[in-house]
């Protein structure tokens, strides 16, 4: 699968985290640091028995958004090799709904943009989550109303990347 | 002119369709898009603040202009991740 | 492998990413993120070139500082499920040295118990690495003065975990 | 009284030996320990200032009390991870 995927198949965090640490490590400094984050899908939400989820995506354009994020992510940390994946279709509890790992020669650099792009992913991909609820029921969540183009909203994802030390 | 509209997620469900044709002026905007989606499925009007837009699978503004045969997508407010 | 572990075998971050998930999956809300860390061997370091290294440890001293960590992460993370192993001996390059998992019901936690672990195990792990470089000669890495009571030196890394937003 | 010392890494490597039998008298601390074990290995002495110590693989102080029989390690600067 490439570095930027949505698809209907099971997630690999061990997967991408090897292809982002070998491209890292044939360049410049070598690969010294790999971060990975996995979101995963839980039996409750906000009080409520969930039984499994649907995700939608508009596609080409979730491709294009995952993109810019790593645009976005080369200008503030060059040399960071960044995947990501987002599955679509029916989850389970405790299936993985999105993938990122981080590949850079230190380690600082891996932790904060595993964070940005899961920040930026929930601002502005065209992804979509829809909860099915034990005893019947569902709901479409409501996320950010996505603006590509938002500086206050890509501060914030910088924010809660960067350490305050 | 005829464009193609894409509905995601509650928009879909609530227009009861994904994908609507629209017969429109040449030169509209995508808000003249909306606003002729909406003249067909008023329940969709609610949206109108919180929507989001992309032309040919690019985030657009409602202000771009459409040209003929244009995917106009509308998009509620997103919850990936 | 225990949760806590130092090791001669090679080091699998996936294995230890699902062992924290399933038990951060039958608590209180569930786990709905997993983050991970791993710490690869470089081919290079300050300008050298480096063919392998290896890693010692004073095995009983390094397991209760991992332990103490992990009380620590607990201390301000409360749920949150940590693993973390060590691997000694000789290591090849693009090999781990250090794989940390952890596993919460929100994202922020796992992310920041990351990030602390690796800091606090630089800081007081009792565990030294020996480079050996090309055309010859070896040299210890020295580190930091370890003191597990050091409290500068815990806000140190408890600051680098913790977003600034 | 005699104490066991453990000695890692550099100071391993300087001394040419892990492991160093210390006669010393009873109620001796952790620094007279250290004290006596650079009388016999005056190389291990710059690492004075920087070094930490355990007694029986607990992280200790140098004036810890130690007991016939303890393992006293000795501990150049870590470099985990």
Known sequence: ?165 | MRVGVKLFAQLRDKAGAGDVAIEIGAGATVRQVWQALVAAHPELAPFETSVSCAVNATYARMHTHVNAGDEVAFLPPVSGG
Chains 1, 3 share one sequence.
């Open chain 1, 1 to 165: 699968m490439p570095l930027l995927a949505v698809t209907r198949e099971p997630l690999s965090v061990e997967k991408l985290s090897a292809d982002v640490a070998a491209l890292s490590g044939a360049e410049g400094e070598g690969c010294g640091a790999v971060t990975s984050f996995a979101g995963l899908v839980r039996a409750h939400h906000q009080g409520r028995a969930v039984t499994h989820l649907e995700y939608e995506a508009y596609e080409p354009l979730a491709l294009k958004s995952f993109e810019q994020i790593r645009r976005e992510a080369k200008d503030q940390w060059p040399g960071v090799v960044l995947g990501l994946h987002h599955r679509i279709g029916r989850l389970e509890i405790g299936e993985a709904s999105i993938v990122i790992a981080a590949a850079a020669a230190h380690r600082a650099a891996a932790f904060e943009v595993c964070r940005y792009v899961i920040e930026r992913v929930k601002q502005i991909a065209p992804i979509w989550k829809h909860e099915y609820f034990s005893g019947g029921g569902d709901a479409w969540v409501e996320g950010a109303v996505a603006d590509p183009n938002d500086a206050a909203a890509r501060e914030l994802a910088r924010a809660r990347a960067c350490a305050s030390a």
